[in-house]
């Protein structure tokens, strides 16, 4: 199949396609002897695994470890549930800096009048750096300990 098809087929646009083979996520697909790229069921399987990865927020990189060890038959699962469990971790640190970020906004917004005046306490925070952020970063550590 050609590359419109394989990308219908696994739901990974051809562009991205193009990139997972030149990074060599995938190998390079066959060509057709006008040089277009042949992809076989076994690739658009491959592809559907990466993508499914991809979904839950997995790197490349352990997309690369996934797929070594999806390939892998005397692999152990507690090689791929450390590695999920890693991934868990990373996005439980992701979670919480984006809670710290809200918290921080939110802390900004209610300083804000929010009327017509040119004074804002958001700007004049956010041109004071990360002083601004800090204490609502420290209660939701002082928090956490509690």
């Not at 394989?6 to 040089?35: F, H």
């Not at 990865?53 to 692999?75: P, Y």
């Not at 804000?112 to 004074?119: F, I, K, L, M, T």
Request: neutral net charge; proline residues 3%; glycine residues 6%.
């Amino acid at each position: 199949m050609n590359i419109g098809e394989a990308a219908k087929a696994s739901s990974v646009s051809a562009k991205m396609i193009r990139y997972y083979e030149q990074i060599g996520l995938i190998p390079a697909a066959d060509r057709t002897a006008s040089g277009y790229r042949a992809y076989s069921h076994a690739d658009v399987h491959r592809l559907r695994f990466i993508r499914r990865a991809r979904d839950l927020g997995f790197s490349v990189a352990e997309i690369t470890d996934l797929l070594g060890l999806w390939n892998d038959t005397s692999r152990h699962s507690a090689d791929v549930k450390r590695l999920a469990e890693q991934h868990i971790d990373d996005l439980e640190q992701r979670i919480d800096h984006v809670r710290q970020m809200a918290d921080t906004l939110k802390s900004l917004i209610s300083c804000c009048a929010g009327d017509e005046r040119p004074e804002c306490p958001i700007l004049q925070r956010l041109e004071e750096g990360e002083e601004g952020a800090e204490p609502v970063a420290a209660r939701r550590r002082q928090a956490r300990r509690s």
